[in-house]
């Protein structure tokens, strides 16, 4: 069964940075895509930026392109959202997901069931 925890959220300041990381495991297949994804009160999930395992093709939402960047370490099976530059609106709990694929739109659930993270929560103070 696929699990992903997710790790390194807190309280930093506008202009400040922070590491997410999401460690996965349970992949049978090679062929499946880590995506970050964020709620913010009383607002739509968004994508925020998504990786692909086979070819490390990556998304960034425009919200985002710039500011965060996102890395895998297949010997760890982990992904790591870089968010640097933050601002208020950042503020959100951040979710990662195991999809088919990365690409812009909504989540595509991984072989028909969805998988998600338990979110942490990144707060961003002006």
């Known amino acids: 069964e696929v699990q992903l925890v997710e790790s390194g959220g807190g309280l930093v300041q506008t202009g400040g940075s922070l590491r997410l990381s999401c460690a996965a495991s349970?992949?049978?297949?090679?062929?499946?895509?880590i995506g970050w994804f964020r709620q913010a009160p009383g607002k739509e999930r968004e994508r925020v930026s998504c990786?692909?395992?086979?070819?490390?093709?990556?998304y960034y939402s425009e919200s985002v392109k710039g500011r965060f960047t996102i890395t895998s370490d297949n010997a760890k099976n982990t992904v790591f959202l870089q968010m640097n530059s933050l601002k208020p609106e950042d503020t959100a709990v951040y979710y990662c997901?195991?999809?088919?694929?990365?690409?812009?739109?909504?989540?595509?659930?991984?072989?028909?069931?969805?998988?998600w993270g338990q979110g942490t929560q990144v707060t961003v103070s002006s």
């Open positions: 997901a195991a999809e088919m694929a990365c690409t812009e739109g909504h989540y595509l659930g991984y072989y028909g069931k969805d998988y």
């Open positions: 349970g992949f049978i297949f090679d062929d499946y895509a």
């Open positions: 990786i692909s395992d086979s070819d490390g093709n990556t």
